[in-house]
């Protein structure tokens, strides 16, 4: 059924069809409006064998999912930002235990200083933590993903973290296609849990582990990790036969059979540097967009097959690893058949500046030219950074950088609205 709905309520319509048993909810802009259509759904009996738990803090919302997911039930979650790292030791807990929750980031930047707005710092600070990380480019491709989540976390008994991007996704009124309960019954299976506590055959979860068996215990999960890869793309097709529209799946290429240069990006910027790359192709210029859906596990070799004819990458990051630089660009050297000096890391994003598609198209002809340092920062103020530098060398007690700068611009403080 088409239907234009905001971002949040359409994943929340789709969670919903996934029929969870528990659902634990904290709120932190801007997953807010996904739980609260959840919250609105139990509370009017649209989803009768569902508990909607309000927790007091993310520690316990992901805490609860660990307790419902280990007592057999299908439990979700959603957070975003600090939310994410106020539960990072559940985070690896459930990984660690294998329990297959599913959560909804709605990616946000990480303070300090505050910042509301979209970047991926908050899901890339977990990039090692064991959950398999879907990254979502439109609306469509959000409410699917959390589909195919749920089987196969349940599949492989990992937990599954499904981002999406705060605000620009989460809060955008776009027309998506739901599915009907009919359709996601007939895919998804009932939750049959691998290992569940069952009070007749007692066990211990989370019991210790020594140095005789730690390191097995991890490579199994790396293990399942790599079974993802093997599974991803199967089931993105079987879901493409069954809903009718072709998402998910480990990687999607866009005009990069003849290209040069080759962009790689995830999330919704990647609809940005489509309309880019579609301007530069009319005037001539070979270059093509590969998009990552699946991040962790990393897809290596469809990575590698994707950037085979391509001279040069440029990998387009919405995070920032400090006092290195790309994070997505790390993975992506080890994957590009070609130098890793040709891989070029662009920081943009950041804090939600714009990606506009001049800035796009200046620094992608840089590619092209060989003109592009290994690493960028977009539209960066090169002067009000200089600025700060400045003070800080005439200054012994220079202050807050933060608050610095923005008297430097005539500003108090940010304000959302």
Not at 157 to 185: N, W
Not at 321 to 338: H, K, M, N, Q, T
Not at 350 to 371: D, K, W
Request: hydrophobic share 45%.
């Amino acid at each position: 059924m088409l239907k234009q709905i905001e971002g949040s309520r359409a994943v929340a319509a789709a969670v919903a069809l996934c029929r969870p048993e528990v659902i634990c909810a904290y709120p932190i802009s801007p997953q807010t409006h996904i739980v609260e259509a959840l919250g609105e759904a139990v509370k009017a009996g649209g989803l009768p064998h569902c508990e909607f738990i309000n927790v007091e803090s993310e520690f316990a919302a992901m805490s609860v999912a660990i307790g419902a997911s280990a007592a057999g039930a299908r439990a979700y979650t959603a957070t975003a930002s600090q939310g994410l790292l106020f539960m990072a030791e559940a985070v690896y807990n459930a990984s660690g235990l294998g329990l297959p929750i599913v959560m909804t980031v709605a990616n946000r930047a990480i303070g300090a200083p505050i910042n509301i707005w979209n970047d991926h710092t908050d899901a890339m600070s977990q990039r090692d933590c064991g959950w398999i990380q879907l990254f979502a480019e439109t609306n469509q491709e959000a409410l699917d993903l959390h589909i195919q989540a749920f089987r196969l976390g349940e599949e492989l008994s990992l937990p599954v973290m499904v981002c999406m991007d705060g605000f620009i996704l989460t809060h955008a009124y776009e027309r998506v296609d739901l599915p009907t309960q009919a359709q996601v019954d007939a895919w998804l299976p009932p939750f049959e849990p691998r290992q569940v506590l069952d009070p007749a055959e007692p066990v211990s979860i989370g019991a210790m582990v020594g140095p005789e068996a730690f390191m097995e215990v991890r490579y199994l999960a790396h293990a399942k990790q790599m079974r993802a890869l093997e599974l991803i793309p199967g089931w993105a097709e079987e879901f493409r036969r069954a809903f009718g529209r072709d998402t998910g799946g480990l990687t999607h290429t866009y005009r990069t059979e003849d290209a040069e240069v080759i962009v790689v990006a995830l999330g919704s910027v990647l609809g940005t540097i489509k309309d880019t790359v579609d301007a530069m192709r009319e005037g001539g210029t070979k270059i093509g967009v590969l998009g990552i859906t699946c991040f962790r596990p990393w897809p290596s070799a469809a990575v590698r097959a994707a950037l085979a004819g391509a001279r040069r990458v440029v990998v387009l990051e919405k995070s920032l690893a400090v006092g290195l630089g790309g994070i997505v660009s790390s993975s992506v050297r080890i994957s590009y058949p070609g130098s890793p000096a040709a891989v070029h890391t662009v920081i943009a994003g950041l804090g939600g500046r714009a990606i506009t598609r001049e800035a796009l198209a200046r620094v992608f002809a840089e590619a092209f030219a060989g003109t592009l340092p290994p690493l960028t920062f977009l539209d960066l103020d090169r002067a009000l950074v200089e600025r700060a530098l400045a003070r800080e060398r005439e200054q012994r007690r220079s202050g807050p950088i933060a608050e610095n700068i923005l008297r430097d611009l005539g500003t108090v403080a940010s304000r959302a609205g």
